[in-house]
């Protein structure tokens, strides 16, 4: 057959080629009608999905209208699940079937298509479940307009009360998972539920998806960037400058401040050292570690091999009888740290490790607030629950257990400081407080501390003793609950504003997170067009 011309050209393909591969064996042909049937299946899996697409694109975030045929869409692509999963099983069978006498090659070729349509239907019943709301039933019973009209108002209480129990155990529910490779114990259920409660608090009065946070997100990123380029005066700010500037003695304090970083670096152990020397870290520590474990020091934990204790004393240049007691124990509110002699300052250093295990982030987390009560100097404050507890067990452990009582016995004329960063910052921030009647020369340095930490009122109280250390935008010194709500105000502000479909706020955003450029000139929060359309993203009724 001479070559097929088309476009005015000839080509290297016959007009009879345009058919169906097809092979002919023994019981070949329950296998060829396999193949036909999926065919045509996936021709209208195909065109379904194509509509579900089709339609998805439509609208803007805070315009849905558009898209309002797409759950039948769904109801369709659903109904084709029932022959594809039925088809996927009877493909399973056929090949299977010793009788069949076809070649390797076509058997291959079906066993291929098999596996691909099970593996469709396992990643489509794990994209559901990934997606399932189990508050959506409730939650949308609940905030239906007429629900408070047709309820007498003890009932209307009864149910507010149900969904909010319901809300907090999903919540508790997902945090059981996540942490599920960490023994739990009461202390853990406590700040399961505390942290569920948190969760629920936050999201209770929206209606976002994960997709429309991530596209908030990158809205305000592209936002800020335009703002840093035409700077001017922020309308409202959350956090203010001091009233005065403190200059004196800052080249001091500064100084002071990066001889403490290293006890505060040195409190993670062996992974800060290894993360600073990368190359070298392996080698020293096994040269230095492999010898028997130092009895001098009174040490509390796990330390296999020495590695903590071995990367303790390079980052901070101590010998073994400069540290009174170490502790490697860790659980949730119960975090690392050591007591050292600083002979160089003069000081009797406390140095809190950071964040570094799921028990941390727990304790993190449990951000509710505790009243503090300082006798004779404060009759109240409110600070971080968390890490309160976590200060509130190294106090224990100084006061009750004579750890300070021994290090002043060696070094009387010592100063106490007390040091850490990000949650251990946090935590010596509240220990130095609980400290402070006992040790009033004491200082503390708080590098990166969370945000909500303290009360104004503790905050003006600690501003002559504590010092605290931050870097440029640094997150967690600025990671608060009025700072998350401010957040979430920003976000839903800034997608209702914007005229742009999601699809094309998200291939955007994730071109200018890599490869930079000109943020987008996508209509944002400072625009105002769209006042009216932030009310579909917050629940009629809250369920605080």
């Known amino acids: 057959m001479p070559g097929l011309v088309v476009f005015g050209r000839r080509w290297a393909i016959g007009s009879d080629d345009f058919v169906l591969p097809g092979f002919n064996c023994p019981g070949g042909g329950l296998l060829h009608s396999y193949l036909l049937v999926l065919l045509v299946l996936l021709a209208a899996i195909i065109c379904a999905l194509s509509a579900l697409v089709y339609v998805s694109m439509q609208g803007t975030i805070s315009n849905p209208g558009p898209r309002k045929s797409l759950p039948k869409l769904l109801y369709t692509r659903l109904l084709l699940y029932l022959p594809e999963f039925i088809w996927a099983i009877v493909g399973a069978v056929w090949v299977s079937d010793s009788s069949l006498q076809c070649e390797k090659t076509v058997i291959n070729a079906v066993l291929g298509t098999v596996i691909a349509s099970w593996v469709i239907i396992i990643f489509t019943i794990i994209g559901v479940l990934i997606v399932f709301d189990p508050l959506g039933g409730k939650k949308t019973f609940y905030l239906t307009d007429g629900v408070n009209r047709n309820l007498e108002s003890s009932q209307s209480g009864q149910l507010l009360?149900?969904?909010?129990?319901?809300?907090?155990?999903?919540?508790?529910?997902?945090?059981?998972?996540?942490?599920?490779?960490?023994?739990?114990?009461?202390?853990?259920?406590?700040?399961?539920?505390?942290?569920?409660?948190?969760?629920?608090?936050?999201?209770?009065?929206?209606?976002?998806?994960?997709?429309?946070?991530?596209a908030g997100l990158i809205l305000l990123h592209q936002e800020q960037d335009k703002m840093e380029s035409c700077p001017k005066e922020?309308?409202?700010?959350?956090?203010?400058?001091?009233?005065?500037?403190?200059?004196?003695g800052l080249d001091i304090e500064l100084e002071n401040a990066a001889h403490y970083m290293l006890f505060a670096a040195a409190a993670y152990g062996w992974p800060y050292y290894i993360y600073t020397n990368p190359f070298t870290a392996l080698c020293k520590l096994n040269g230095d570690c492999c010898g028997s474990r130092p009895t001098d020091s009174d040490i509390t934990g796990s330390d296999r091999h020495n590695f903590h204790f071995g990367s303790i004393l390079k980052i901070t240049g101590l010998q073994y009888r400069d540290f009174i007691h170490i502790s490697f124990h860790n659980k949730i509110y119960e975090i690392p740290f050591f007591v050292a002699l600083d002979h160089k300052k003069e000081a009797i250093v406390v140095a809190v490790r950071g964040t570094l295990s799921f028990e941390d982030i727990l304790t993190d987390l449990s951000a509710d607030c505790e009243d503090l009560t300082l006798e004779d100097v404060l009759e109240n404050g409110f600070v971080h629950k968390g890490i309160t507890q976590a200060a509130n067990y190294i106090y224990q452990k100084l006061?009750?257990?004579?750890?300070?009582?021994?290090?002043?016995?060696?070094?009387?004329?010592y100063k106490l400081v007390i040091v850490g960063h990000s949650l251990g910052g946090g935590t010596a921030s509240i220990l130095a407080i609980m400290l402070r009647n006992s040790f009033p020369t004491l200082k503390c340095y708080a590098f990166s501390p969370p945000g909500g930490l303290l009360s104004k009122t503790l905050a003006d109280y600690t501003k002559h003793f504590i010092v605290s250390v931050i870097l440029g935008k640094d997150l967690v010194a600025r990671l608060s609950m009025p700072n998350m709500e401010d957040l979430k105000r920003r976000i839903v502000r800034i997608v209702a504003n914007c005229n742009r479909p999601k699809y094309q706020i998200l291939l955007r955003g994730c071109w200018y997170e890599v490869f930079g450029g000109d943020p987008d000139n996508f209509p944002t929060e400072l625009d105002g067009r769209n006042q009216d359309g932030w009310g579909i993203f917050f629940s009629s009724h809250s369920v605080d």
Request: aromatic share 8%; charged share 25%; glycine share 2%.
């Open 234 to 248: 922020p309308e409202e700010v959350l956090c203010h400058s001091p009233s005065s500037l403190v200059t004196d």
């Open 399 to 413: 006061i009750n257990d004579g750890i300070l009582n021994q290090a002043f016995t060696i070094a009387p004329e």
């Open 161 to 214: 009360f149900n969904v909010k129990n319901t809300a907090t155990r999903v919540w508790e529910k997902r945090i059981r998972l996540m942490c599920c490779c960490i023994v739990q114990d009461d202390d853990h259920r406590v700040a399961f539920t505390s942290i569920a409660e948190l969760f629920r608090n936050y999201f209770s009065d929206t209606d976002l998806v994960p997709s429309d946070i991530a």
